[in-house]
């Protein structure tokens, strides 16, 4: 028996390949006469968006499927999304499971437009991490700038191969965005040199590559897919671990609710009588408050700097 979610994914489905094809016969009608040299780069969210718009400048026209500050893991494409997909030249998903459902749900019903499909972690060393017996594979690359980069590569790449006149274009703005992270690693990498903690607590635990990165560790209310509920021993088991560390600091994603890191802060304060700071760590899945993707990463730094005590 199919729920009422799949029969709807069905049925939705069944109207974008309906679209596709008639949309397949204008656009290659179209083509012909057009002569616009403009790539088409639709990716799944913000960063991989925001990098091919840095590498691809203005001979890109670049759309970001999920909208801006919105949660990832549990997104659900509509027809227009798959569409929009569709149409694409260049196709950018992260990977690693964030973005699972353009594997899934979008992937297996384009049409044979030729396209490019980059998956910006493929071959990448990634992370896992134990949860309920099982390892399973930690998706948040693009929060590092050292892992973000080999991210970027790829799509600097695909571009360089869908349009190769411009290639001293992108390369030449791929060099800047390279140098950009490059800066960024570094100074993440000496900011947080020799820090009096080593530990941080957050609500979503997505700053696995982070903390592998740069030497320290993390602990979260809700785990790697950020729409889990959790339990009362969760939090008493983090409070417990918090006075443990001695640790009064506990990181949120203005994004997501900051019920989790309500409770965490009273329980610590009913029982310890410390006053408990909360601190932003961005997601970065959206521009915030006028702060882009490299804003966000700097922001990140400070907080860092000062919730690990850096000398
Ligand atoms: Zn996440």
Not at 214 to 235: C, K, M, N, R
């Amino acid at each position: 028996m199919m729920n009422t979610h799949q029969m709807m994914l069905v049925a939705g489905t069944a109207a974008a390949i309906i679209i596709i094809i008639g949309g397949a016969i204008y656009y290659s009608g179209k083509d012909d006469g057009d002569g616009s040299d403009t790539v088409k780069v639709v990716a799944t969210f913000y960063p991989l968006a925001y990098f091919s718009k840095e590498i691809g400048g203005e001979y890109v026209d670049v759309a970001s499927l999920v909208p801006y500050n919105t949660e990832i893991h549990s997104w659900q494409p509509s027809a227009m999304d798959i569409v929009a997909a569709d149409k694409a030249d260049i196709l950018v998903y992260n990977g690693g499971g964030a973005d699972h459902w353009f594997e899934r749900d979008i992937l297996p019903v384009l049409g044979s437009r030729e396209r490019i499909v980059v998956n910006t972690t493929e071959d990448m060393e990634l992370l896992t991490v134990e949860y309920e017996g099982h390892e399973i594979v930690d998706p948040h690359t693009w929060i590092c700038p050292f892992t973000a980069e080999q991210q970027a590569e790829k799509i600097y790449r695909a571009l360089v191969k869908k349009d190769g006149a411009h290639e001293a274009y992108y390369t030449h703005r791929w060099e800047s965005l390279r140098e950009a992270f490059e800066k960024m690693d570094q100074s993440y990498a000496e900011g947080l040199q020799n820090t009096r903690k080593d530990t941080i607590f957050v609500t979503h635990t997505a700053f696995g590559y982070l903390a592998h990165r740069y030497g320290f560790a993390q602990y979260g209310v809700i785990g790697l897919s950020a729409d889990e509920q959790p339990s009362t021993s969760t939090i008493k088991k983090l409070v417990d671990m918090m006075i443990e560390y001695d640790t009064y600091v506990i990181y949120v994603d203005p994004i997501y609710s900051d019920e989790y890191a309500q409770t965490l802060k009273n329980t610590l304060e009913e029982k310890t009588g410390r006053d408990v700071t909360i601190l932003v760590l961005y997601l970065m899945l959206g521009p915030v408050d006028g702060m882009d993707y490299f804003d966000q990463q700097e922001k990140n730094l400070e907080n860092l700097i000062q919730g690990l005590e850096a000398p």
